[in-house]
């Protein structure tokens, strides 16, 4: 995909586990943006981090950027059955000024 | 959760009919977006705008068109549904004109079955 990838696809873990989801890209980059969406809902912005930046925390999440091998990876700590849900990384291209999405992990956490 | 709205959250229609998917925000952005979703795939953008009177196409072509006569309006409309256009429609926007890709604030979608 020329949207880059997101892997796994899919990650099913027990309450209280850490959940680690990962994203490549192909193209340079502004920042990249995580979000998650509840089934048949809309998308929840959840953290950004800017070209420039290396890691990043909001309360359980930690994302990490490594703009030399062009990844990022998002980290849930003690996860919770509300953390359900899929995860999607956008990448802010300094090419065409537009979010590009991945195709998501879905996460199921098992209570 | 973000100020913007989609209506009507279902819809089913026959084929042929035309259809008008409505957002509206109340957070005074300038920048607005279309996305198209099928189940458990990845967003496409179909079309997006920067203000008033200004609509572009998105990556993924679309026979549906847009308008933006209101900072707060941002309808999509669908001359004549097809089964095709079974999908997931989001709508989104975000607050600066230009520049750097910075948060989008999602409505809660509109789900499209055309039979």
């Known amino acids: 995909s020329q949207q880059g990838e997101e892997d796994p696809q899919a990650l099913s873990i027990q309450e209280g586990e850490n959940a680690t989801m990962n994203c490549s890209y192909k193209t340079s980059i502004n920042n990249l943006q995580w979000y998650r969406q509840n089934s048949g809902r809309g998308l929840v912005h959840l953290i950004l981090?800017?070209?420039?930046?290396r890691e990043k925390h909001s309360g359980r999440l930690r994302v990490t950027l490594d703009t030399s091998k062009k990844s990022s990876s998002l980290l849930i700590t003690a996860s919770r059955a509300a953390d359900t849900a899929s995860y999607f990384c956008?990448?802010?291209?300094?090419?065409?000024?537009?979010?590009?999405f991945g195709q998501g992990t879905t996460l199921q956490v098992k209570p | 959760e973000a100020d913007i709205y989609q209506t009507p959250r279902y819809l089913v229609i026959g084929t042929g009919k035309k259809i008008t998917l409505e957002c509206s925000q109340t957070?005074?952005?300038?920048?607005m977006y279309w996305y198209q979703q099928d189940p458990g795939m990845e967003l496409h953008l179909i079309h997006y705008s920067y203000g008033v009177n200004s609509t572009e196409k998105g990556d993924l072509s679309s026979e549906s068109t847009v308008s933006r006569i209101r900072t707060e309006h941002f309808p999509l409309t669908l001359e004549s549904a097809r089964p095709s256009h079974t999908s997931q429609y989001l709508c989104?926007?975000?607050?600066?004109?230009?520049?750097?890709?910075?948060?989008?604030?999602f409505g809660p979608g509109t789900r499209l079955l055309v039979l």
């Open positions: 957070m005074g952005h300038d920048k």
């Open positions: 956008a990448r802010g291209s300094s090419n065409t000024g537009k979010l590009i």
């Open positions: 989104a926007s975000s607050e600066y004109p230009t520049g750097t890709q910075e948060t989008q604030y």
């Open positions: 981090i800017r070209s420039n930046e």
